[in-house]
């Protein structure tokens, strides 16, 4: 059964991490203790060596932490009392952000809807609130404010154009050298006219959301957004994201190791509200 709530998948990532890391450091002959590594602390005894070590750890951690995220029912060992949870220095979104060292971090995000400028004008400035909010609440989140980047695409020729129109200009931009490395995520934004309803002209107890589409899915120039929220039976190349989790938790999955858009999917989907959900 999956851990459902985010309280309780901490815990049972944090117990993982506990023993998984005491595996490690047995393999590696390394001291039992080591002291959790701070930037701008100077580093104890051979600093190359040190430094060596630091890598290897935070690469098999990012490691082991994507491959929970990504199937958090694979869970090699058991939780038990004793074991202590360590508590994070940053959220997911900060630390991703940081180790890769991105300039800009974010979403392509293509109109594809142009019926309303009144109402795009008020969808795309609610829509960056949304974003901003969940950046001031994740851990950390002020340290990349500034370098968050939605990299919007509007051309009236897009409108109507479906999946397929939204992917060949992002497949043209990408030809262009356009899209900063960390806007390279493997899959886009979309927003249509059914999206930005749903923040505008919101549904009681349904949260906000917009498209999220796989630049690698097969798409046909007849493919179009699919109205309402029926289950299909496979994976059809999209998902529907809520605002409030967009960037502080669909972004680092996405820039994860291995992580890619189907891994989000399940036949019941009717919204991605984040892991926990």
């Excluded at 990012?62 to 990504?70: F, H, Q, S, V």
């Excluded at 959220?91 to 109109?111: I, M, N, S, T």
């Excluded at 549904?203 to 029926?230: C, F, H, M, R």
Aim: glycine share 6%; aromatic share 10%; charged share 25%.
């Amino acid at each position: 059964m999956a851990v459902s709530s985010p309280a309780a998948q901490d815990i049972v990532f944090g117990a993982r991490m506990d023993e998984l890391t005491r595996r490690e450091r047995e393999r590696r002959k390394l001291p039992k203790v080591l002291p959790r590594f701070k930037p701008d602390t100077p580093l104890p005894e051979d600093v190359t060596e040190r430094a060596v070590i630091q890598h290897r750890m935070r690469k098999w951690l990012a490691d082991e932490r994507a491959r929970y995220l990504a199937n958090p029912d694979a869970l090699p060992v058991p939780l038990t009392t004793k074991q202590k949870v360590p508590k994070p220095d940053v959220d997911a979104v900060v630390q991703v952000a940081q180790e890769a060292g991105y300039d800009d971090f974010g979403f392509v995000l293509v109109r594809l809807d142009y019926t309303d400028e009144d109402a795009w004008t008020r969808w795309n400035t609610t829509f960056h609130q949304y974003l901003d909010q969940s950046l001031e609440e994740s851990l950390g989140g002020e340290s990349i404010a500034d370098k968050s980047l939605i990299m919007t695409v509007e051309d009236e020729d897009l409108n109507d154009t479906g999946w397929h129109g939204a992917l060949s200009y992002y497949k043209d931009l990408c030809a262009d050298d356009m899209v900063p490395p960390g806007l390279d995520t493997g899959m886009i934004l979309v927003a249509d006219a059914q999206a930005v309803r749903s923040l505008l002209q919101p549904t009681p107890d349904v949260e906000p959301w917009i498209w999220a589409v796989d630049v690698d899915y097969n798409w046909k120039i007849e493919d179009q957004p699919l109205w309402g929220s029926s289950p299909v039976r496979q994976y059809p190349g999209y998902i529907r994201v809520a605002l409030s989790v967009v960037l502080s938790e669909f972004w680092p999955l996405l820039k994860s190791p291995g992580v890619v858009g189907r891994h989000f999917w399940t036949s019941d989907l009717g919204l991605w509200e984040g892991i926990g959900v």
